[in-house]
């Protein structure tokens, strides 16, 4: 059983290496429905994966300068606070309950199927916001707009640990058309880092981190990850994010049926 975690993190480095999204997406419907982990425990461990991989991801993009701080602690003052009460919320109803667990199982769902909207939709959605300049935010409006998105992706991070990712990403060139791609994966690992930190410390307080298994993850993920980046340049990213939309399809389906 081992052996399969390490090479499921494997394929999900991978799958993260060459398109830049998927991973919480991936792992912890594959947790849920492959392996039967309970989904609390399943967003638990797939946060502790997060926050140690993005952490890593982080360092680099702040060497590169790719990160705006600015962007990062507006981000945080929504989304940490809304961690924290989502982690009180689920102490509250209890996060083993089996009604509470088929709520979580739910949320993934619905998680997944936002990561499929922004990965299909990104570019028709910046090509309306940069034809359309008199609708972009701007000074304080933007500002507030910014804490509220990231109170909701705190929420629903804690909840299913999916959404810093590609929809946090969509959200930031919605709102920050200007930045380059490189800012954007840059400030979206960077804020996510405290939050899925924050999120992750919440359910090992509630208990529900698998240690052994996050330690296997990190064993396939860590090369996965490299192999992926090293090999995304000779495969078309259209196709990429295609196959993965659909695979994300497909399993948020299976999460709901």
């Known amino acids: 059983m081992l052996l399969t975690y390490i090479i499921s993190g494997f394929a999900v480095g991978l799958l993260v290496g060459m398109t830049g999204v998927g991973g919480g997406s991936l792992m ?19 946060l502790a994966f997060a926050s140690i991989t993005k952490a890593a991801g982080t360092l680099t993009h702040r060497l590169r300068g790719t990160v705006n701080w600015d962007i990062v602690k507006r981000l945080c003052w929504g989304a940490l ?12 109803f209890g996060t083993l309950d089996k009604q509470i667990g088929q709520i979580i199982r739910y949320s993934i769902a619905g ?3 936002l990561t499929v909207v922004a ?27 910014t804490i509220v998105c990231g109170a909701v992706l705190g929420v629903l991070v804690t909840v299913s640990s999916i959404g810093a990712g590609a929809i946090g ?14 800012e954007v994966a840059g400030t979206d690992i960077a804020y996510a880092v405290p939050l899925t930190a924050i999120a992750a410390f919440g359910h090992w307080w509630l208990g529900s981190i698998n240690w052994t298994l996050l330690a296997t ?3 396939g993920s860590v090369p996965g990850i490299t192999l992926g980046s090293w090999i995304a340049r000779s495969v078309p990213e259209r196709f ?6 659909m695979t994300l399809t497909g399993v948020a389906a299976k999460l709901i049926f």
């Open 169 to 182: 990403a969509t959200l930031l060139v919605l709102l920050y058309p200007r930045l380059t791609a490189a």
């Open 240 to 245: 990429l994010r295609g196959l993965l939309a």
């Open 119 to 145: 990965l299909l939709f990104k570019g028709k959605m910046l090509n309306w916001i940069n034809t359309h300049p008199e609708r972009q935010l701007r000074g304080r409006p933007l500002a507030i707009a």
């Open 81 to 92: 606070p809304a961690a924290v009460l989502a982690t009180f919320a689920l102490k509250y």
């Open 28 to 46: 912890t419907p594959l947790l849920t429905l492959f392996f039967n982990v309970p989904p609390a425990v399943a967003v638990g461990t797939d």
């Open 111 to 113: 998680s997944v199927l």
């Open 217 to 219: 993850l990190l064993l």
